[in-house]
């Protein structure tokens, strides 16, 4: 079945350390998404990806990057880790269809628990 | 600017009903979701609203749409211990897009 993974599940590091969170999906889709999840924010978006070569600027993007390579993965980098860079981080993938009448899901990762001392 | 908001908390008995109510500023939005995130897990579609429409039901889930207000509800029939989980409602942004815009999610609490 197709699914979307996210790797690792959990990570600790320290201020000032370059942390890569990985993000792989077998549905070919070519929209991806990373967002972070914190306590009364909701989700807010990170990065995103509308296809290979291709990345956008969310709405908390400072601190953060992504490159896409390929199709499956679009892996997301802090550059040089914070604490306020603590928190859970999903990554989200839909299909290309972008016409009005596509409802369009994104389907989720099971999240990356970050957290920076 | 875009913005979707919802109540924190919600504590309903199994049994009743749950109504879990969301605010949105983008009148253009044209499909409005509803998606489940149970502990430890990503989000899960539950259910979405074209923009033309005031209502969709789908088993035990209603959705309400008013538009004139921005007002977006997800009404639960018969709430279960399984339906405790984090509710975001998220809409879509204007223009052909696949970018979502979500809320802040709202905790539902079934009690037994």
């Known amino acids: 079945d197709a699914e979307i993974t996210q790797s690792p599940r959990h990570k600790i590091t320290e201020t000032g350390r370059q942390v890569t969170l990985a993000c792989h999906q077998t549905w070919n889709h070519n929209n991806m998404f990373w967002y972070r999840q914190d306590l009364g924010h909701g989700l807010r978006l990170i990065h995103y990806s509308y296809g290979v070569h291709d990345t956008n600027k969310g709405e908390v993007s400072d601190g953060y990057s992504v490159s896409r390579s390929n199709t499956e993965d679009l892996p997301l980098t802090l550059e040089s880790a914070a604490s306020s860079q603590t928190s859970v981080y999903f990554c989200a993938s839909s299909a290309g269809t972008s016409g009005p009448r596509t409802y369009n899901e994104q389907f989720f990762g099971p999240g990356t628990r970050l957290t920076v001392l | 600017g875009e913005d979707v908001e919802q109540s924190l908390f919600l504590s309903v008995r199994e049994g009743d009903s749950s109504v879990i109510n969301c605010t949105y500023t983008d009148s253009s939005s044209t499909y409005l979701y509803w998606y489940k995130q149970e502990p430890g897990a990503g989000l899960q579609l539950l259910t979405y609203?074209?923009?033309?429409?005031d209502m969709k039901q789908d088993q035990r889930l209603t959705v309400l749409l008013n538009k004139k207000d921005k007002h977006l509800s997800l009404r639960i029939a018969d709430t279960q211990t399984g339906d405790s989980a984090i509710y975001f409602c998220a809409e879509r942004v204007r223009g052909a897009t696949n970018k979502l815009i979500f809320g802040t999610g709202t905790l539902l609490a079934v009690q037994p």
């Open positions: 609203i074209f923009s033309n429409m």
